[in-house]
Structure formats: C-alpha cells, structure tokens
C-alpha cells in the first residue's frame, strides 16, 4: 500500500500556469506527483445526462484548496513532506467570498406558495417582521474522509468512507474511462457520516487514477485541514421570516425569503427551507422565496438536518416572538395553530403527532411550572433559568432497495442490502427484523451494506436509510418463511429455521425481495440498479409525510460569567413505528448535542482576504462537551404511519436536530430577555 497527499491550491480563483514537482520528487520514499497533465480531460457532459462527476486534478482554479497535485509515497510522512514541497505559479484572479462580497451574485430560485401571503400578512391583526442569521458550519466527524483504490483480478476495489458506494463507483468510471462492471466501490463502515460523505469528490477518481499508474494499492486520508476546503459544508443562510395573526390569534400568513452562500456551479438547492417550516402550523398563505448568492468558494452541501435546522430555527423564533407579543403561552399556541392538511399541495398528511409531541414533551418537562416573564426564574446558585419550546419536522422520504437473504441449515444467516452504515446502527435496524421475524441466532447474522458488489446501493442520506432497507427486509423475512413452509410441503419439524431448513437436505434457502416508495414503479428499481438517485416523497400521489418533534429546553445563564449552558432537554419524536428503540434513541440525544453545538458554539470563520478558512481543526472549530449538558429526555410517539410504507415508519435522523436550537435561543429569551436572532449565540451576546 503506498500513501498520497494532496497539495492544495493557494489562490482562490484563477490558473494554475505551471507547478514544480522537482523538490518533492527528491523526498526519500516520493513515488511519483502527479499533477493535472497526468489526468484524462473531464468526460464531455450532456444537458439531459447525468450531472458531470466531480473533476480530478484540473489547472482551472475555482476555490482556494482545490487539489492542484497529488504526491504518492511509501510512507505517509514521505506523501506529507513531498505535497509541502510542491510549488506551483498561478495567474489569480478577483473572487467574492463571502455573502456581502463585491462580485457574489444573487440567482432566484422558484418560490414555494400556497395562497396570497403578502396580502394575508398586510391584512393581519398582528404582525412580526424579524432576520435570522444561520453561520456556515462545517462537519467534523472524528473518522475523516478517506479513499483506498487496488487493481486485482482485472477489477478496481474502491474502500471509501461514503453513503453513496455506488455514485462514487459511477464517478470514477465516467471520470478515467471504466466500464461501472470493473469497479467495485465498499463502503462496509465509514464512521461518522451526517452528509458530507454522500457528496462526491474527485479525489475517489485522483487516487484510482494514481493506483492504475503506479500498479500498486494507494490510500488516501483527507487531513482535517483539507475537509474544511474540500467537502460540503452548511452553507451560511439568512432568513426573513414575516409572520401575521388574525384577531383570534390564528396564524394566517407566513411570508419568508431565505438566501445561502453557494459556489458557482453549487445545487445545494436553497427553496428546500420551505420543506419544513411550510408543514407545521395550518397558515393557508404561505409564500416561500429563496436565492442563491453565488461565490468563489467550494461547494455546500448537505449536513445533518441541512434546510429544516438552520430554517426552524428562524421560523420557530419568529412563531415564538408572536406568541410573546399576542401574550400567549407558547405550547398553547403551537397546538392552537396545528393542522393536518399540507397547504402546499392541498393533501392531507399521511399522519402527524406534532400535537402529541408537544403535550407529551410539556408533561414530561413540567411546563405548568413555567413562569412566563422573563428573567423570572433563578437557579439556586443565582443563575438565570429559561424554559423554551420548538417544534419541527422533516421530509420522510423513501428510497427503493434490493434485499437477498441466506438461511443456511448451520446455523448461519447473511443478508445483503442496500444501504450505508453511517453510525446510526443500520445494522442493528435490520438484524431487528430479521431476528423478531425468523428467531435466528444474531451473532451467526452477517448482514452487508454499502457494498456494490453484494447489492445495489443508493445512496443513505435524507433519513431516508430505515425507509429504504427495512420495508424490504420485512419482506424478504415473509418471502423465506413462504418458501421454506412450500419446501416443507405440510411437514412440521422442531426446532429453530435451520433445523427445519436441514430436515430439507439443503445445504441453504436464499430469496430476495425489494421495496418501492408510494407512486414510484420500477423504474425506479432500474435507477437503483444503474447507480442513480430515485428519491420518493415527501409529497406522495395521494399525501405528504413529514416526521415530527418537538424541543422542551432548560437553560442557564451564569451570572458572571454569561456562560449558558443546558442542564435539561426533553424531546418526543414522532417517527412513525420505532423500529429500534436503542439506536433511535441514540438519534436523539445526538441531534440535540448537535443542535446545542450550532446554537452556542460551532461557527466557520471564512478570511474575506483569500477566501480560505480560519478555524480548520478541532481546536478552534468549537464543539460542545459533557459539562455543557445535563439531561437529555428522549421520548417517542411510536404510532405506526399506515400510508407511508409497509413497516409504518418514518424517517428519524435529521428531524431529531430540528428545532432544538430555536428551542435553546427561545430558552435564552425567557432567562434574560434578550433575543438573539443569530447563531451560534455566544458570551458577547449574553453581557
Ligand atoms: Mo443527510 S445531511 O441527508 O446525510
């Protein structure tokens, strides 16, 4: 196995004109560099195709830290000390960084509307017209990302950290000329994965490439440093959310413009902040705007929660100050608001227990001990104590998958399918239905995901993972029990499914099965197979489905210091069926660490001078730790969604991290009075 490094490029907009390779040539251990004349020309692309794959290694220079080299080496601190030694001339020219760049250009998107918001709202009793600012953020998984490529057996072997083993096989073989059939892409275990290992990079196709050149395995692990410039990032968004009530105190028009910092050529779409914040409250005129602000940077994308987080954030703030300002409570006020139609497409929801949500979520929190004014409650230690609340909610979409299970008369079991293990437990998920449903042994259970050589792999993003591989499975248990009860033909031996599968004389019983989402066909099934994207809901033929939760928030403000920390946090989800307990759990309380990060600590600092990042690494990209938080109380609904697929359930991952930041800034309000309109909310803003 040799070792590469990439060498970043030092500008942030321009032409690479030449690059020396001579000094890192000489590194005792350097095999080879390899710059952009070592590459194929990016394949031609058509309007109607595929998107084009990601480039290798190009001269053209469209963010700072684009890769301009690659340094392949038998050591990893022989690839580190050649890439330093690279030098390269650029001819550089003006770029925009940052929102409020000179040079950024705006690109409206289609509005999102149901009604005539901006008449609603200029006919409404009560009005609040506010701006919220969501910072850009980047992923800092402790597993960084990382590529491996080996020719062996005339086949290219890819292991690399991704949810989309599939998309990064079809990358590499439009980007260097391979038939998809030689290239199998496993992605078995990728560690953390929030989203920014669903995108694709080019350095999947640079380190095959060098792997092909230099006939040997090559490895790549993305430094920290490089992620911040290389991966997608949430992209810093402002939001202008103006909210009308009638006399009643009915929420009538809701009318919100959001715009995000986006690159030149960037599909991280902004009209998708409409998703959630449209699917809350029953407010028949809703008008949704959205702009790109186009810039010389690197690609956003999606990060956990990516449109619902940073938009409830400023829509459940917005919805929390017109509760103060019509001098309601505001869990009164949500449920007083609450609806069961989707006033954007006029469907009704396949279900929602938004309402049971909050009233589970006030009981458990003790909300009737909530004190409304401001600044009224204390701690013993003579701290300010706020109570906030927030709902949200989040697409639940579905994905189809491919299933084939193995009952092997030995006592074994394998199973595999489509989907990525990504930490959330996908595993644990499957062997859950495969366990309950045949009674077989889970440490004789092998169950392969992420794998394109065992099945078919869309990709796992969009909290879609359960949706897609576990409606499947629940078939494919049902499949092998028709058919071993059919080769049993009456016969009812004892034992467990292998002792009656060996009564058979067979030495294994295999059978597949596969799952679509409401509306889709089998074109579908074809796109899956083909490596391509079929995605189904929210909005289905016949209703949207949309997950739900709801945010209880004690906060604490020390008196000196303003440090706020959370002692407390109650958040009931509803999910549909809860397939299993422990890992949606788990879901949870890391979506409310994650979401207490973006509202008190985690920010990008971008340098406006080069466009580059400042606090690219763990040190200065700030994370919460346990002292931060207290308790967090996690509970879910657990009713079965009977519209959204077979097994009932929903998705779960994202909606976790929704609305819990506004619930933490709405928590800040009640403790001091002050409104912070921004995040992450820091000590500055508490003095
Ligand atoms: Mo998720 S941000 O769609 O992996």
């Known amino acids: 196995m040799a070792h590469a490094m990439l060498v970043p490029a030092r500008i942030a907009k321009g032409r690479v004109t030449s690059v020396d390779t001579g000094a890192a040539s000489a590194v005792p251990g350097v095999l080879r560099v390899l710059t952009a004349k070592d590459y194929p020309a990016p394949p031609e692309t058509d309007e109607n195709g595929p998107p084009p794959p990601p480039p290798t290694i190009l001269d053209a220079i469209a963010y700072r830290g684009q890769p301009i080299a690659l340094v392949v080496a038998e050591t990893i601190e022989a690839a580190i000390e050649g890439a330093e030694a690279v030098t390269a001339r650029y001819a550089e020219e003006a770029f925009a960084s940052k929102i409020d760049s000179k040079g950024a250009v705006r690109e409206e998107t289609e509005p999102r509307e149901a009604g005539d918001g901006t ?178 940077r690197n690609d956003p994308g999606y990060m956990r929660c990516p449109h619902p987080h940073p938009s409830c954030f400023a829509f459940e703030s917005a919805v929390d100050e017109l509760a103060i300002e019509l001098g309601r409570d505001p869990v009164e006020f949500r449920l007083a608001n609450d609806g069961m139609t989707d006033v954007l497409t006029g469907k009704p929801y396949s279900s929602k227990f938004m309402a049971e949500c909050l009233r589970e979520g006030a009981r458990r929190f003790g ?111 049902s499949r092998m029990q028709s058919a071993l009860k059919q080769l049993l033909g009456g016969r009812t031996p004892r034992g467990d499914i292998h002792r009656r599968l060996a009564s058979t004389k067979r030495p294994y019983l295999e059978v597949q099965a596969s799952a679509l989402g409401p509306g889709q066909d089998a074109s579908a099934l074809e796109s899956l197979r083909q490596g391509g994207y079929a995605v189904a809901g929210p909005e289905y033929p016949a209703f949207t489905t949309m997950s739900y939760i709801a945010h209880f928030v004690e906060v604490e403000v020390e008196p000196r210091l303003r440090r706020v920390r959370m002692p407390r946090v109650v958040s009931v989800a509803d999910c549909g069926r809860v397939i299993s307990p422990r890992t949606a759990r788990s879901q949870i309380i890391g979506g409310v660490v994650w979401a207490f990060g973006s509202a008190l600590r985690e920010g990008t600092e971008i340098d406006p001078r080069y466009a580059g990042y400042l606090n690219c690494d763990l040190a200065d990209y700030v994370v919460p730790v346990n002292a931060d938080i207290g308790e967090i109380e996690v509970d879910l609904i657990n009713e079965p969604d009977p519209l959204a697929n077979s097994m009932g359930l929903k998705g779960l991952g994202e909606v976790v991290m929704a609305g819990a930041s506004a619930a933490i800034a709405n928590a800040i309000h009640h403790a001091t009075g002050k409104r912070i309109r921004h995040m992450p909310i820091r000590i500055e803003d508490m003095l």
């Open 119 to 296: 008449r609603a709202l200029a006919d409404a009793a009560t009005r609040i017209d506010q701006r919220y600012v969501t910072p850009t953020q980047h992923h800092n998984p402790i597993e960084l990302i990382a590529t491996s490529a080996r020719l062996t057996d005339g086949k290219l072997r890819i292991h690399e950290s991704s949810q989309y083993s599939s998309g990064v096989r079809g990358a590499v073989a439009r980007s260097l000329g391979y038939d998809p059939a030689t290239i199998e892409a496993d992605s078995s275990y990728i560690g953390g994965g929030f989203g920014q290992k669903g995108s694709l990079y080019g350095y999947s196709a640079i380190v095959a490439h060098a792997a092909r050149l230099i006939r040997r395995p090559v490895k790549l692990v993305v430094p920290r440093s490089q992620i911040f410039h290389q991966a997608t990032f949430r992209p810093e968004a402002h939001h202008h959310v103006q909210l009308g009530a009638d006399t009643g105190g009915k929420m009538v028009a809701a009318v919100y413009h959001a715009e995000h910092e986006q690159s030149r050529a960037g599909q991280f779409p902004p009209s998708d902040y409409h998703e959630a914040t449209s699917r809350l409250y029953d407010i028949p005129n809703y008008q949704g705007t959205a702009a790109n602000i186009r810039l010389d």
């Open 367 to 477: 909300w009737d001990r909530r004190t409304a004014e401001p600044g009224s409650m204390r701690s013993p230690s003579g701290g300010s104590i706020g109570w906030g609340v927030a709902v949200a909610a989040y697409p639940s979409m579905m994905v189809p998958s491919i299933g084939t299970l193995r009952v092997y008369a030995n006592g074994r079991t394998t199973y595999s399918i489509s989907g990525h293990e990504m930490g959330q437990g996908i595993r644990t998920s499957i062997a859950n239905v495969l366990v309950q449903g045949l009674g077989i042994d889970p440490d004789k259970l092998e169950i392969s995901v992420g794998n394109t050589a065992t099945a078919p792999q869309h990709i796992t993003a969009g909290s879609w993972g359960s949706a897609g591989a576990i409606p499947t499975t629940a078939q494919a248990v």
